[in-house]
């Protein structure tokens, strides 16, 4: 793409729409954990019998991203985009006036389904929108709209939930996809797919070992930042011991720790992304150590936590990583990439849950987060040994 002032300002309004999509995705999937206590009260169950909402969101994402990342393969990119929206517009709008649980369960499936396929197609735009050597940071700006949902979008809907109602929050979700789609026809270039890989190609990228443990990276290391997640708000109760408030405060942190990291990473990974991702997985497992010692005093836990969300900003850096080593198949890693993620997501508490189990304190969870980082840099420096072999690293690393 040319670097003209005309093409520069269509690529970043088309950026910023397709990090609007990843704002909604994000107050979809986050909000409704801060809201559970509120769902709980309104059908009269448990907050654990509540948290199938969650579970079912995490598992409409691993059957939707392989799924309709390969029903789209050869459809427009931004026709795809928009179809992946309606569908965050109508399960949103049908959770918002769920009359029972079981319901709302099934409607929370139907929320995550476009999950994965969303992201990995906009992603996917953005690389192929991106002048050479910046496509790890056009990627994060895309990103950056599921950052941003934790710092601002999240906090925003507890409050509304907690004054108005969470049915009004999903709601409010609904609207925002709505414009969503109309911006996306407006200002995000039509992106045919001029090489449709077949689905034996697509299903030929799981043959090689290389995507498997760049992936590794994600299905272990990450479940570390969930790990601690998970309990931060029972360890500021039980081991720091200060005001509700604060959990607030720290969830906030961990969100703008989350934005800048996901900035600074990949301006980082733009001149070596194998070499950018080993520091950070390094400095990750020091940071989950730290939080064990941290939680004690709240000002030192959220520097802490600031600190465990900038070590998301892997995320993009990983996903541009795969796309270097595997020319074809790029609709299956779009897909592969999420379904790390949500895995991720619920080995982490799993692990950390254990360590409870057994007798541990909340903070301890950090010493479990850091095995689990200590296991993402093992897949880093299998993937590291198989890039040098197959002379896949840049000149920089």
């Not at 934005?259 to 950070?280: L, Q, V």
């Not at 900003?313 to 790390?340: E, K, R």
């Amino acid at each position: 793409m040319s670097a003209t002032p005309t093409n520069q300002r269509a690529s970043a309004w088309a950026i910023l729409v397709m990090a609007l999509g990843t704002f909604v995705l994000g107050l979809t999937e986050f909000s409704s954990m801060s809201m559970l206590p509120l769902i709980a009260e309104t059908y009269n169950v448990t907050p654990a019998l509540a948290g199938n909402a969650i579970s079912g969101y995490a598992i409409g994402v691993v059957i939707g991203a392989p799924l309709f990342m390969l029903l789209t393969n050869k459809t427009n990119r931004r026709t795809s985009l928009m179809l992946f929206v309606v569908m965050m517009f109508v399960a949103n709008a049908l959770s918002a006036i769920a009359s029972s649980l079981p319901e709302l369960v099934f409607y929370r499936v139907l929320s995550g389904l476009p999950h994965g396929a969303y992201f990995g197609t906009a992603l996917l735009v953005a690389a192929n929108m991106a002048p050479k050597g910046k496509r790890a940071s056009y990627m994060a700006k895309v990103f950056a709209g599921l950052t941003i949902a934790t710092i601002v979008g999240v906090p925003m809907a507890t409050l509304i939930g907690q004054n108005m109602s969470w049915r009004v929050c999903m709601a409010i979700v609904a609207v925002l996809a709505l414009i969503t789609i109309v911006l996306i026809y407006l200002l995000v270039p039509s992106s045919p797919v001029t090489n449709p890989t077949r689905l034996r190609e697509e299903f030929g990228v799981l043959k090689n070992k290389l995507v498997w443990s760049i992936s590794g990276i994600i299905f272990v290391g990450f479940g570390g930042v969930f790990c601690i997640y998970t309990y931060l708000a029972d360890t500021i109760l039980t081991v720091t011991k200060t005001p509700e408030v604060t959990i607030s405060v720290a969830m906030m942190m961990f969100g703008i720790g989350t934005t800048i990291g996901n900035w600074f990473i990949s301006k980082m990974a733009d001149h070596s992304p194998i070499s950018t991702t080993g520091i950070a997985l390094l400095c990750s497992i020091g940071i989950a150590i730290m939080y064990v010692f941290a939680a004690t005093n709240i000002w030192w836990l959220y520097i802490t936590v600031f600190l465990l969300g900038a070590s998301v900003g892997i995320a993009a850096v990983i996903q541009s990583m795969l796309l270097d080593v595997s020319p074809t198949g790029h609709a299956m890693i779009g897909a592969l990439v999420q379904c790390a993620f949500n895995t991720a997501n619920a080995i982490g508490p799993m692990v950390g849950g254990a360590m409870l189990a057994s007798g541990a304190s909340f903070n301890q969870t950090g010493y479990a987060a850091a095995l689990l980082f200590l296991g993402g840099l093992v897949m880093w420096a299998v993937s590291y040994f198989q890039m040098r072999q197959r002379d896949l690293l840049p000149a920089t690393s």
